[in-house]
């Protein structure tokens, strides 16, 4: 425990010299961290002209690469998330790399050894030492197995974990942290982001998921020669050890390797497109991070998917709300288009809904009568992003993730082969979402659902309102009512309460000691009765009880 407290200062102090180092000192003040470490003034007063020349998202881009890997994923993770941070931020979280230097062969042959339980002269016939990539997660070594087969082990670097776990932890109480002293970071739900992205980030980290995603996307393309999916060795793999089938092939965005090899690069784009929109519209299962990189292509224009550490999931339900959403755009339709959104889930009840309706038509008339061929999806999408971060519209995290893969696809579709419009080809498939949404099999489905559900409302009806009727004639019926603000005014109104107490009992006090001292001297008699001092103990008695009532009302705390 002293330990882990010990990790999480010596990180939190990292954490506030980055801030600092990039003129976000403020924020660090701001959120209570400068009162959990210790700093000399000069780190925490920093102030680097060539830093202020920098624009936030620069600044921003450097403190991720400064804490390392887990900050690093993070900026990649944000940047998928328009609808919350503005353009130029997310252009320059889109320049973040996770490339770090190779970790040694020694401790990459300790890893696989313990891992699989077996020397690694057993398990591969030859094992090339130097790798073939490396990243912050893990890096990939070529190797022969002993049936000869080629492959590509991919082995997690070590420590990784601790790692991870350590800035995740972090990471949850700066979120709580930020939530309670900044507006903007209780409007955007900061927790609710950090908790998507460390499910993110644990799926990536564990290598057994990775291989049962690419499985799951290479079932999809079975029966399709026109693309591959690198077969996964399950009795060599591990949590912490992928080996998979090694593929040889030119990447997408090199267009010299491509004319050299005679690959026809429209005919590549167009297997792309389609190959990417079946996952997506189809399948609802999808490759969310398809850079030139992660796609070979092999002469025949055959298509090479890899490395599936991210992969985006749609729900039924969420296609459902898609294909209206498809329907809305296809017809020009903006209450439509509002609608779909609702379902989606994506309004909140602070949003201008005349405002947004506003901007939804001017969208419209964007568009309007613009032949698909000529319609950017990038630049749609884009429109899309900014209405939603300027009326602070919260897109649920897989949605995001879907239009950021779709601009990574136009993006490379550009560069194969820019006459090809995405756009027109993604019309089928809305044309088929559409087909399901209103298929009759769909529609008997969807009412079958409906009326089981509302078949069991009914049925507990009676019951409901029996069990409701007996607590009532108990007179054990208790409602709870919130409103907004209800305990601040009652401490208002118990205070102003307060002091209305202490003003009558001062009032009734002064009125006694007059009505006594004018009686004594009207009659001209002593105030001794009976020899007591009956003013005297009168005042004594009224005083203390005075005193009490102050101090009971100071120590309610609400004068």
């Known amino acids: 425990m002293l330990e882990k407290r010990i990790r999480h200062l010596q990180r939190y102090r990292d954490i506030v010299v980055a801030f600092s180092r990039n003129g976000f000192g403020y924020i660090a003040d701001e959120m209570g961290l400068l009162d959990l470490v210790s700093l000399p003034k000069r780190?925490?007063?920093?102030?680097?002209?060539?830093?202020?020349?920098k624009s936030v998202g620069e600044r921003i881009r450097l403190i991720l690469e400064e804490l390392g890997p887990t900050f690093v994923k993070l900026g990649q993770f944000a940047s998928t998330r328009p609808d919350i941070l503005p353009e130029n931020v997310i252009r320059e979280l889109e320049k973040l790399q996770d490339d770090v230097g190779a970790f040694p062969y020694e401790e990459v042959r300790d890893i696989i050894e313990t891992e699989l339980e077996k020397p690694l002269e057993t398990i591969f016939a030859e094992f090339e030492e130097t790798p073939l990539a490396a990243a912050s997660i893990g890096q990939v070594h070529y190797a022969i197995l002993h049936s000869n087969d080629e492959v590509a082990v991919k082995i997690q670097r070590p420590r990784i974990h601790r790692v991870v776990n350590t800035d995740l932890e972090i990471l949850q109480d700066l979120a709580v942290l930020a939530e309670k002293r900044l507006d903007w970071a209780e409007r955007y739900q900061v927790c609710q982001i950090v908790e998507e992205f460390e499910k993110s980030l644990k799926k990536e980290l564990n290598y057994m998921q990775e291989g049962r995603s690419g499985e799951r996307i290479a079932f999809s393309f079975e029966e399709d020669k026109s693309i591959h999916v690198p077969e996964i060795y399950w009795d060599y793999t591990t949590d912490k050890v992928l080996v998979m089938e090694y593929v040889s092939g030119t990447k997408l965005s090199d267009e010299e390797k491509l004319k050299e090899k005679g690959i026809n690069r429209t005919t590549l784009a167009k297997r792309f497109v389609e190959a990417m929109?079946?996952?997506?519209?189809?399948d609802g299962f999808f490759h969310a991070d398809p850079h030139p990189g992660n796609i070979l292509a092999l002469p025949d224009e055959k298509i090479i998917f890899m490395d599936f550490g991210m992969v985006g999931h749609l729900t039924p339900q969420t296609q459902d709300d898609l294909g209206t959403f498809v329907i809305a755009l296809m017809r020009q339709d903006t209450d439509g288009i509002m609608k779909a959104l609702m379902q989606l889930g994506m309004i909140s009840d602070e949003v201008d809904m005349n405002s947004l309706y506003q901007d939804i038509e001017q969208l419209r008339l964007k568009y309007y009568d613009v032949p698909l061929s000529s319609v950017s999806l990038s630049e749609a999408i884009e429109d899309l992003f900014a209405v939603s971060y300027e009326h602070r519209i919260h897109i649920p995290s897989e949605l995001t993730l879907l239009g950021k893969t779709l601009l990574t696809i136009e993006g490379i579709v550009e560069k194969l082969d820019p006459e090809l419009s995405i756009v027109k080809m993604a019309e089928p498939f809305g044309r088929e979402l559409i087909k399901r949404k209103v298929h009759p099999k769909k529609?008997?489905?969807?009412?079958?659902?409906?009326?089981?559900?509302?078949?069991?409302?009914?049925?507990?009806?009676?019951?409901?309102?029996?069990?409701?009727?007996e607590?009532?004639?108990?007179?054990?019926?208790?409602?709870?009512?919130?409103?907004?603000?209800?305990?601040?005014?009652?401490?208002?109104?118990?205070?102003?309460?307060?002091?209305?107490?202490?003003?009558?009992?001062?009032?009734?006090f002064s009125i006694v000691m007059a009505g006594l001292l004018v009686g004594s001297a009207l009659v001209r008699q002593s105030t001794l009765l009976w020899n007591i001092p009956v003013i005297e103990i009168g005042f004594v008695m009224a005083a203390i009880m005075f005193l009490w009532i102050i101090f009971a009302i100071f120590r309610s705390g609400r004068f």
Request: no cysteine; aromatic share 12%; charged share 30%.
């Open 43 to 53: 780190i925490l007063s920093h102030n680097d002209y060539e830093i202020e020349k």
């Open 277 to 282: 929109f079946q996952q997506v519209f189809v």
């Open 443 to 469: 529609v008997v489905g969807d009412m079958f659902k409906y009326f089981l559900e509302y078949k069991e409302l009914v049925t507990e009806f009676p019951s409901s309102v029996k069990k409701l009727k």
């Open 471 to 508: 607590v009532v004639k108990k007179g054990k019926f208790r409602m709870e009512i919130t409103i907004p603000e209800l305990d601040r005014s009652l401490k208002k109104l118990d205070r102003i309460s307060n002091r209305l107490s202490f003003s009558i009992v001062l009032l009734a």
